[in-house]
Antibody, heavy 121, light 113 residues
Framework: EVQLVESGGGLVQPGGSLRLSCAAS????????MSWVRQAPGKGLEWVAI????????YYVDSVKGRFAISRDNAKNSLYLQMNSLRAEDSAVYYC??????????????WGQGTLVTVSS | DFVMTQSPDSLAVSLGERATINCKSS????????????LAWYQQKPGQPPKLLIY???TRESGVPDRFSGSGSGTDFTLTISSLQAEDVAVYYC?????????FGQGTRLEIK
C-alpha cells in the first residue's frame, strides 16, 4: 500500500520559514508527479505546487510563487516544500499527494495524513 | 485560471435515496486530442485526508462502491450517489487537473436527512 508521511509542520512567526518533508514508500517514487495541497482549518482544498518525476518542471499557485519551493530527492524517496516569508494565510494542514498518472496528470490517488502549519505571533 | 463551482453548498438526503452534486468548470476541461475530461471527484470525511472517487470525470477508482458514479463533459459534471449510505456523510470536492493552477470546487457537504 502506498504510504506518504509528512513531517516538519509547527508553529512559526509571520515572516519565518519552515521546510516540510514527505517520506514516500511502497511505490516507485521516481515515476510519479508529486504535489502539495493545503487546507486551512474548516476550509476547502487548495493546490499549492507540483513537481515532475525528474524535478525539471515545477508549478505553483500564484499566492506562494517566490516564497515556496517544491523539490524532491528520488534517491531518498522524499518530497519537500521549503516555505519562506510565511504569512498568517499560509496556516493550514499541508498534504503530500501523488498524481496517479505517469505520462500526464490523472488525479490524486494517494494522500498523506497531513502536517499542520500555524503562522502566528 | 480554471474556476470550479459546485452546487449545492450543502445537501441533506434520506438514507437509500439518490444524492446529486454538480460541478461547473470555466473554461472547459475537455482535452479533445485525448478525448478526456480532466476532472476528478474526492470525498473527505472529518479528520481524514481526501479520497479519490472518480477521475476522467466518470472512471471509478478501484475499491469505490458502484453506487458512486460520475458523468458530464466539457464544463458540466455530476457526481451521483445512487443510494445514500450512512458512511457517505462527507464533504465532496471536484477538481480540474487540466492545467495549473490545479483548482478545486468549494466543496459540498452531504448529510443525512
Amino acid at each position: 500500500e502506498v504510504q506518504l508521511v509528512e513531517s516538519g509542520g509547527g508553529l512559526v512567526q509571520p515572516g519565518g520559514s519552515l521546510r516540510l518533508s514527505c517520506a514516500a514508500s511502497e511505490f516507485t517514487f521516481s515515476s510519479y508527479w508529486m504535489s502539495w495541497v493545503r487546507q486551512a482549518p474548516g476550509k476547502g482544498l487548495e493546490w499549492v505546487a507540483i513537481i515532475k518525476q525528474d524535478g525539471t518542471e515545477k508549478y505553483y499557485v500564484d499566492s506562494v510563487k517566490g516564497r515556496f519551493a517544491i523539490s524532491r530527492d528520488n534517491a531518498k524517496n522524499s518530497l519537500y516544500l521549503q516555505m519562506n516569508s510565511l504569512r498568517a494565510e499560509d496556516s493550514a494542514v499541508y498534504y503530500c499527494v501523488r498524481d496517479q498518472g505517469t505520462d500526464f496528470w490523472s488525479g490524486y490517488d494517494s494522500w498523506g495524513q497531513g502536517t499542520l502549519v500555524t503562522v502566528s505571533s | 485560471d480554471f474556476v470550479m463551482t459546485q452546487s449545492p453548498d450543502s445537501l441533506a438526503v434520506s438514507l437509500g435515496e439518490r444524492a446529486t452534486i454538480n460541478c461547473k468548470s470555466s473554461p472547459s476541461v475537455l482535452d479533445s486530442s485525448k478525448n478526456k475530461n480532466f476532472l476528478a471527484w474526492y470525498q473527505q470525511k472529518p479528520g481524514q485526508p481526501p479520497k479519490l472517487l472518480i477521475y476522467w470525470a466518470s472512471t471509478r477508482e478501484s475499491g469505490v462502491p458502484d453506487r458512486f458514479s460520475g458523468s458530464g463533459s466539457g464544463t458540466d459534471f455530476t457526481l451521483t450517489i445512487s443510494s445514500l449510505q450512512a458512511e457517505d456523510v462527507a464533504v465532496y470536492y471536484c477538481q480540474q487537473y487540466y492545467a495549473t493552477p490545479i483548482t478545486f470546487g468549494q466543496g459540498t457537504r452531504l448529510e443525512i436527512k
